[in-house]
């Protein structure tokens, strides 16, 4: 990873604290955005088949932090399409050391909005967690909603930053929404990239952006083509069962009402423009107030600065902010349950904290009431590809093994090998008709 | 904002956000109100920082909470520390004048004014919240000065209208 050289001090500090935790994604209906006969009922399926097929290998999962004790109703960030897991990291070590459970994720490979919901459901039941509160920012934001409206008996609470209601405005003006899952990774992430470096920055808001280009560049295609195919999905968010008063809405106040993007900023509408959408500059200021006519009664955090990514270009304010929401909504943080967080291995290798690594496939144990147990499961090492390789090969092993309700990821394997090849076929036809749309 | 007669102990720090229309302008303000209690340490100083505006406010018939200015001019110095600690706006409030027809008054208006003179010319309200006496010409007064303190602030972006504040509100008393 040529970021690490890059990455600031407190980021390496984080990596070598917080571990990082990947289960399979188990309701993986990976091609039905593209061929909608996902119930084909083959039911065997040989154990092999499609788990040696490269791209197939370290995408299809969830890939998470959790931190902090587990007694506590945890708070989870989802991010929106240029995010992952990682940029969170500010709120992840400031809040678990006061107290907080804090679980921040990577948008796994979902399709479409159902698929999002179901598949998310599952990850709480296998992480063990009953009851939760969101924090979504853009993408994010749209996906926790939802999540709040068909699962609200989950949702305590949630805190939405750069958010929306729906998403269907950007698929009229995204005309080749139905090519986006087949274009090629450089063009998407050229899309996103150039975008995001928009602008004069200030120095933080210059230092929040590098962070955010660089866990782009480890995101695969299919990672930013699912992501852009959920966010033209024509779901709506309906309205919620959960109280206007249990929503606090977070974001920078515009500094010029119907301004460009530079400043009422989401990384999502970047990749509009370098989608050759025009006039797209008054739409998420609409769609924010859209927001806070949804929500009335929802308390209103203003950030003064902080651009697209103020949790990690202010993360003292973005702090304060959700620490007063959890409190407001009631959540108690648990100070005594802290581990101490052994000083001084900043930069240093975390090799030794990461020993008591049992086991390399990483399947989350059941330790849901046992905060002392948080430092010791499943460590993955830092940083190595090879070995994340080796770890999903060997998760991958472990599905197989299962039962079946992991079928659902075997029947499709056949697919898999079908439409990888179809796939890389219709992306050199695609990529020599793409100069035709740009 | 409505004075409500219901007594609810600031935990730590919490705020408010009002809409004000200063010129023609939108005005956001966010108000930060801390404990007098001192509690907020778990909090940190974040909402410190960045502060546009400092709005002290003690109980006309409280001496003690008089007296505590000073400490509390101080201490907000301390913690937000900002560019130009001389020139940062603040704005004194004399609450609860309206308690028992101003016969339980202790702080004359010529004390406050006089301590307003020696920080700087401090501007001076006296209100009663509950009877809703010049409490909007305090708040007009308080985003006035905000806005003015944050164009000097700002640096970056120059040429670029802020239709946002955010003050502070401390309280000597807890009201």
């Known amino acids: 990873m040529k970021g690490v050289s890059l990455a600031p001090g407190d980021y390496i500090h984080f990596k070598s604290q917080v571990p990082l935790h990947k289960i399979p994604l188990l309701w993986s209906n990976y091609y039905v955005g593209f061929y909608e006969n996902s119930d084909h009922g083959i039911a065997e399926c040989c154990s092999g088949c499609a788990w040696n097929l490269p791209n197939s290998i370290g995408t299809k999962q969830w890939r998470y932090y959790d931190f902090g004790p587990k007694v506590v109703s945890p708070l989870i960030c989802l991010p929106g399409i240029a995010g992952t897991a990682d940029i969170y990291y500010k709120q992840i070590m400031s809040l678990s050391m006061k107290g907080y459970r804090v679980i921040s994720v990577d948008i796994p490979q979902v399709w479409n909005h159902q698929e999002w919901i179901q598949s998310f459901e599952k990850f709480l039941d296998v992480i063990n967690v009953h009851h939760i509160h969101l924090y979504g920012t853009s993408l994010g934001g749209f ?43 450089f063009l998407l992430k050229r899309y996103v990239l150039t975008g995001i470096r928009d602008g004069p920055h200030e120095p933080f808001i210059a230092d929040s952006v590098d962070f955010v280009v660089s866990q782009v560049e480890t995101l695969s295609r299919d990672d930013l083509a699912s992501r852009l195919t959920l966010t033209v999905d024509t779901a709506t968010v309906e309205p919620l069962l959960l109280s206007d008063s249990f929503i606090t809405i977070m974001d920078e106040v515009e500094k010029t009402k119907g301004k460009a993007l530079s400043d009422s900023s989401i990384v999502d509408m970047v990749l509009y423009m370098g989608l050759k959408t025009n006039d797209y500059s008054a739409i998420p200021q609409q769609l924010k107030e859209q927001l806070s006519e949804r929500y009335p009664g929802a308390r209103r955090a203003y950030l003064k600065t902080g651009g697209d990514f103020p949790f990690l270009s202010r993360p003292d304010e973005v702090n304060l902010h959700l620490q007063l929401h959890l409190r407001q909504v009631g959540v108690e943080a648990r100070p005594d349950l802290v581990q101490s967080i052994p000083k001084g291995g900043t930069g240093g290798s975390p090799s030794k904290e990461n020993d008591k690594k049992k086991d390399p496939d990483d399947q989350p144990k059941d330790n849901g009431g046992n905060p002392e147990s948080t430092s010791e499961e499943s460590q993955l090492p830092l940083s190595s590809e090879i070995h994340s390789l080796d770890d999903q090969l060997l998760s991958d092993a472990k599905i197989c093994s299962m039962d079946h309700e992991d079928a659902i990821i075997l029947m499709q394997s056949q697919y898999t090998v079908v439409n990888r090849i179809l796939q890389s076929a219709c992306e050199l036809f695609i990529f020599s008709l793409l100069p035709i749309y740009v | 904002m409505k004075f409500t007669q219901q007594y609810k102990a600031t935990i730590g720090a919490d705020f408010v956000t009002k809409e004000l229309q200063i010129d023609d302008r939108d005005v956001t303000l966010q108000i930060w109100d801390t404990a007098g209690q001192e509690r907020f340490q778990s909090l940190g100083v974040a909402f410190y920082r960045g502060a546009d505006c400092c709005v002290l406010v003690y109980d006309v018939n409280v001496m003690k909470s008089f007296d505590s200015l000073d400490n509390w001019h101080e201490e907000f110095l301390k913690q937000a520390n900002p560019t130009d600690p001389r020139t940062f706006p603040f704005i004194l409030l004399g609450n609860k004048i309206d308690v028992d027809g101003g016969n339980t008054r202790v702080v004359s208006e010529k004390k406050a004014k006089d301590w307003c003179a020696s920080k700087e010319n401090i501007p001076y309200f006296e209100t009663s919240a509950k009877e809703d006496i010049n409490v909007d010409a305090a708040f007009h007064c308080i985003a006035k000065t905000a806005l003015a303190n944050e164009r000097e602030q700002d640096i970056y972006f120059q040429g670029i209208p802020d239709a946002v504040n955010e003050t502070e509100q401390r309280g000597g008393c807890a009201c």
Do not use: C, D, T, Y
């Open chain 1, 143 to 185: 996906l926790a909603q939802l999540f709040a409206q068909h699962r609200p008996r989950r949702v305590k609470s949630l805190i939405l930053s750069n958010a929306f209601l729906e998403r269907r405005s950007f698929a009229a003006a995204m005309p080749w929404a139905p090519i986006v899952g087949w274009s090629p990774s």
